[in-house]
């Protein structure tokens, strides 16, 4: 069975970073596993994909909110995906989840459509004075 585990969230103040990791297991790199991603809830708003990213290649996606203080990578030796977030603010506080979809799709497909099959338990983040 795959298992998508997320961590790393906590409570800081505007303009720190944090650093969120999401460990995959259960599934082997391939066509069927291309892309993986991150998303959140925001208090008033629906879930959104905020970044995803291919595991083959350099192509990768950010939403609006979040371009330019974010930044996603991966390692796929151990099988993690990271989320950097710096210059964090008070709007960046809510529920992370890491996504995994099954088959073939960009980062942007699967952030913006979206397309995810497997999503993982979802890690606070709170960002407050």
């Known amino acids: 069975q795959l298992q998508v585990v997320e961590s790393g969230g906590g409570l800081v103040q505007p303009g720190e970073s944090l650093r969120l990791s999401c460990t995959v297991s259960?599934?082997?790199?391939?066509?069927?596993?291309?892309?993986i991603g991150w998303f959140r809830q925001v208090p008033g708003k629906e879930r959104e994909g905020i970044s995803c990213?291919?595991?083959?290649?350099?192509?990768?996606y950010y939403s609006d909110s979040v371009k330019g203080r974010f930044t996603i990578s991966g390692d796929n030796v151990k099988k993690i995906v990271y989320l950097q977030m710096d210059s964090l603010e008070s709007e960046d506080t809510g529920v992370y989840f890491c996504?995994?979809?099954?088959?073939?799709?960009?980062?942007?497909?699967?952030?913006?459509?979206?397309?995810?099959?497997?999503w993982g338990q979802g890690i606070q983040v709170t960002v407050s004075s």
């Open positions: 259960g599934f082997t790199l391939g066509l069927d596993y291309v892309a």
């Open positions: 996504a995994v979809p099954v088959g073939i799709t960009t980062p942007q497909d699967m952030c913006v459509l979206p397309v995810v099959d497997y």
């Open positions: 990213m291919s595991w083959y290649d350099e192509r990768t």
